[in-house]
């Protein structure tokens, strides 16, 4: 009898392990079958017990176009967002700033001409604050995307025509704009016309580029070029024009850099010295900055930077800067600083200041405002002071 009494033990102790073998099998010829069906294959499980509809070739197609496109859309920092409607039509919307939308639309044509998708302006709408493209992507006579552009409108308004004050100006750069966040509301709690020279691969880029430009302040490109440094490596993140490169790499920084910073109507030098001492590689450098129709301010990190004079040999619209006003991170260097810009100012008629965005420097310069208005002296964009 005991001999019998483990016997069926054993036996019961088999019967879980056989269920959970037949549920594994059952689970692994399911899982195939539904892999052969993806691919085509027929299938019994999921054409007469389990019935699904098979994506068809067009349908993976748009797949992979949907990704490229948001890849593209990602890569360019442009706020989207996107679904599909009852007729299976994708609709992407787009916020983009008004300088934005050519090359947007350039990007987007290329992708789907890769698919053998066609491009169609379909409706333009003029609101009072915006104008708004909508594009229709076509394959075979088929609308398969709607594409939703709504751009800002440059304002310009006439103003009567005056003459140039002769008043002495001083223009205020602020470099290293975009490495953190809230630097745009800062400066236009200056109340005062302020440059900002923003790094186009700082991490607030971006946002902080789009802000000054709904402040009504002014934005430069803050350009990384090559330092006079020994065994000089640029860091990943920023995309630095170096003394070999040529201008096919040059054309491809200064563009990237622009799509980052839309509104910006010049550029200035960071760091540089190197080549901006340099007469061949800063030649090169700025005739591609004069064909993308920005001026240029040579910050002057070197003593022998020749920046300026090629670029005023280029006869482009281009300046230099006169004094720094955080070599010493102090408040009382700056006060300092600003008294000589102020003196520069006087005796030439104008003068650059180039600082950062440290606490000390912009509270110098807010210090500062009402005397350099007191002595008669204009703050002006660095636009206005430029030969």
Do not use: C, W
Request: hydrophobic share 40%.
């Amino acid at each position: 009898m005991p001999v019998k009494k483990k016997s069926v033990s054993q036996k019961s102790s088999l019967i879980p392990l056989f269920f959970i073998f037949i549920f594994l099998a059952l689970v692994t010829v399911i899982v195939l079958e539904y892999l052969d069906f993806q691919k085509g294959k027929e299938s019994f499980i999921f054409q007469k017990i389990i019935p699904l509809e098979k994506k068809s070739e067009e349908a993976l197609e748009i797949q992979r176009l949907n990704k490229k496109l948001i890849s593209f859309l990602k890569n360019n920092h442009i706020k989207f967002n996107y679904f599909i409607d009852e007729e299976n039509l994708y609709h992407f919307k787009m916020d983009t700033l008004h300088p934005d939308i050519k090359r947007i639309v350039a990007g987007i044509e290329k992708i789907i001409a890769g698919f053998n998708f066609t491009l169609h302006l379909s409706e333009v709408q003029k609101k009072p604050d915006k104008i708004v493209h909508l594009y229709q992507a076509k394959k075979n006579n088929k609308v398969t995307h709607v594409f939703l552009m709504a751009g800002e409108i440059e304002v310009k308004t006439i103003t009567p025509e005056k003459k140039e004050s002769q008043l002495p100006k001083i223009a205020f750069i602020i470099d290293d704009i975009g490495n953190r966040q809230g630097m745009a509301i800062e400066l236009k709690k200056m109340n005062i016309p302020i440059t900002a020279a923003i790094l186009p691969d700082a991490p607030y880029a971006f946002d902080e580029a789009r802000q000054i430009n709904q402040y009504g302040l002014q934005a430069l490109i803050h350009l990384p070029m090559q330092p006079k440094k020994t065994n000089y490596h640029p860091s990943n993140q920023y995309k630095v024009i170096l003394v070999d490169s040529d201008v096919t790499q040059i054309r491809k920084i200064v563009q990237r850099a622009r799509q980052v910073i839309p509104h910006a109507r010049g550029l200035n030098n960071h760091e540089g010295s190197l080549v901006t001492s340099r007469r061949e590689i800063i030649t090169r450098t700025l005739k591609v900055i004069k064909h993308e129709g920005l001026f240029f301010i040579d910050s002057r990190t070197a003593a022998d930077t020749v920046a300026y004079d090629v670029a005023r040999e280029l006869k482009m619209k281009t300046a230099f800067r006169d004094v720094f006003l955080d070599y010493v991170k102090t408040y009382s260097h700056s006060m300092e600083q600003i008294k000589k810009l102020v003196s520069i100012a006087k005796k030439k008629g104008t003068a650059i200041a180039i600082g950062h965005p440290f606490e000390t420097t912009l509270q110098a310069i807010r210090d500062s405002i009402p005397s350099i208005h007191q002595l008669g002296i204009e703050i002006v964009f660095v636009s206005r002071i430029l030969e």
